[in-house]
């Protein structure tokens, strides 16, 4: 299980030694927590009840145990982050895999004939060799001519049965 990015953010605030709702943390993560003596419930009135960390020092190595985070700041923000790399991911919580992220952010292009494109303003001639497919890594700055009919395929082995 990973730790979920709201409750991350929460127990960032419960470190700083601030109480919250009981009512915003709700998570099987908080219910360990609670278990565990890490988080403790304060009633204040009739029915409401607030969370806070007692020792925001003893938090600290149980995230290290359970979730491999070695700073709960520096994972909310590369969770946060929309330009995360796996080197980051690891360094904040030491699992690359932590958040789904794409590592090829282009695609596979197969023409039957030779085709005229353009890459970043350049003219570029796409050629047909039984095998070999062409991979467009900057698709922003890809364009085909309106004449084209472009064909989306998901399994590659479609590439394959292109007629020659």
């Given at each position: 299980m990973k730790l979920p990015l709201h409750i991350?953010?929460?127990?960032l605030l419960l470190q700083q030694l601030e109480k919250l709702p009981a009512s915003s943390l709700k998570h099987e993560v908080?219910?360990?927590?609670?278990?565990?003596?890490?988080?403790?419930?304060?009633?204040?009135?009739?029915g409401r009840t607030y969370l806070f960390a007692p020792s925001a020092a003893a938090l600290a190595p149980y995230l290290h145990n359970r979730f491999g985070i070695n700073d709960l700041q520096a994972y909310v923000q590369t969770m946060q982050s929309n330009t995360t790399n796996r080197s980051a991911l690891v360094e904040a919580t030491s699992n690359s895999k932590t958040k789904r992220l794409r590592s090829f952010t282009g695609f596979m292009v197969a023409t039957p004939e030779p085709m005229n494109v353009t890459l970043n303003h350049q003219p570029v001639t796409l050629l047909p060799h039984p095998g070999l497919f062409t991979y467009v890594a900057d698709y922003a700055n890809f364009e085909v001519p309106a004449d084209v009919t472009i064909v989306g395929v998901e399994n590659a082995e479609n590439f394959n049965n292109l007629p020659q």
């Open positions: 991350a953010a929460k127990l908080v219910d360990e927590l609670l278990q565990e003596g890490l988080l403790q419930k304060q009633m204040q009135g009739r």
